[in-house]
């Protein structure tokens, strides 16, 4: 089975080797038909703490490395270079 990959926002980098990330999904709601946009955190592993509050990254599904930690960071969300070169994530 594929792992999940999603993007988002840093939301706080207060933990050491750790990021929170807002994942946004919009979707349609059932009965009335309207777009809503629903909003998850994720705790995801940022081993060279190189991420601040506000940057897009993308993260993928890992192993369980903590209690809430099941995520990884992969790189920025405008670069896609992990994609082409690492096809172990996928």
Sequence with gaps: MPKRVLSGVVTSSNSNK???????????????????????????????????????????????????KKWKVISNSKDKSWYKCNPTYL
């Design 18 to 68: 750790t990021i929170i990330v807002n994942v946004t999904r919009r979707i349609k709601h059932k009965l009335y038909k309207k777009i809503i946009r629903l909003s998850k955190k994720y705790h995801a592993h940022d081993e060279n703490n190189e991420f601040n509050i506000g940057d897009n990254v993308s993260i993928i599904e890992s192993k369980p490395i903590s209690k809430l």
